[in-house]
């Protein structure tokens, strides 16, 4: 498989205390794992778990307080000096954001918003911008009718596969998927995701997918990390992870996933 694409090193965030009386947050405790080229590592937790700062340090959104990011040999620990590394890092790795519609410009069209990119970041003439827009909306599923459309004529779905097309845009080597298709129905989901393995397929792409579901974890991941407080308290393989959990937090995290059949009840109502 070759080097790694990412490499992470005793990360570490420590957040201020807010006011007088408040302590400091311990948000990212020692982490440390690699990610392959092509290969795709699942961030497993629940809320305040730490995932999603580990996200935003992997993705320079912020510092680590100690400890070291590699992403392809290049040490990405510091914030970026200037606009061309800040560039040259946005080349490297992109994120897709769990509410699609939160992430659009709501003013701009389909088409538009991954133009933009790719003006951004490559020297391309109109009509050659024009054919690589058209053919990042074929890749991901959208019709001429929905790439001229604002993300408000879209469903959720379709606004997410904009998302991803934008992302894609840019060429990363990563992508970070954070609770990528937590808010979209079921059905729809099962398409974003088959149509995230097509492209890690086809692409050669590595993923970081932070999201809580392990269904979609098993879905579309190779290995899991599972964090607890900011540590990771297990890691391996998903399929061998998620069926034979050693910790006490992933054993916990596995029975609190919902079997066949199950249903909310309502309130007094007694369990089965």
């Known amino acids: 498989m070759g080097d790694p694409i990412v490499e992470v090193e005793g990360l570490r965030k420590v957040f201020a205390p807010r006011g007088r009386r408040g302590r400091a947050l311990v948000a990212v405790d020692d982490v440390s794992f690699a990610l392959a080229p092509g290969c795709s590592l699942a961030v497993i937790g629940e809320s305040g778990s730490g995932k999603t700062t580990l996200a935003r340090l992997l993705l320079g959104l912020e510092t680590p307080t100690a400890g070291r990011i590699a992403v392809g040999g290049r040490d990405r620990s510091r914030p970026p000096r200037g606009t061309a590394e800040r560039r040259a890092r946005g080349r490297e790795m992109q994120i897709v954001f769990q509410n ?14 991954i133009d933009e990119v790719l003006g951004l970041h490559f020297g391309l003439g109109r009509a050659e911008r024009a054919e690589r827009v058209a053919q990042l909306c074929d890749q991901v599923g959208l019709d001429e009718r929905q790439r001229r ?12 596969r904009v998302a991803i097309a934008r992302a894609l845009a840019a060429r990363p080597r990563v992508l970070v998927l954070d609770e990528a298709v937590a ?7 099962a398409q974003i995701l088959n149509l995230l393995a097509d492209i890690r397929a086809a692409e050669d792409i590595s993923y970081v997918v932070i999201s809580h579901d392990l269904a979609v974890v098993r879905q579309v991941t190779d290995d899991a990390l599972v964090m607890e407080r900011g540590r990771v308290v297990e890691a391996g393989a998903t399929g061998a992870l998620l069926d034979a959990p050693r910790h006490p937090y992933t054993r916990l995290l596995r029975r609190s996933v919902p079997g066949p059949g199950w249903k909310p009840r309502r309130r007094g109502e007694a369990a089965a």
């Open 183 to 189: 808010s979209l129905d079921v059905s729809i989901q």
């Open 100 to 113: 699609p519609y939160s992430s659009l410009d709501r003013r701009q069209s389909a088409a538009s918003c």
């Open 149 to 160: 459309a604002l993300p408000g004529a879209l469903s959720g779905g379709q606004r997410q």
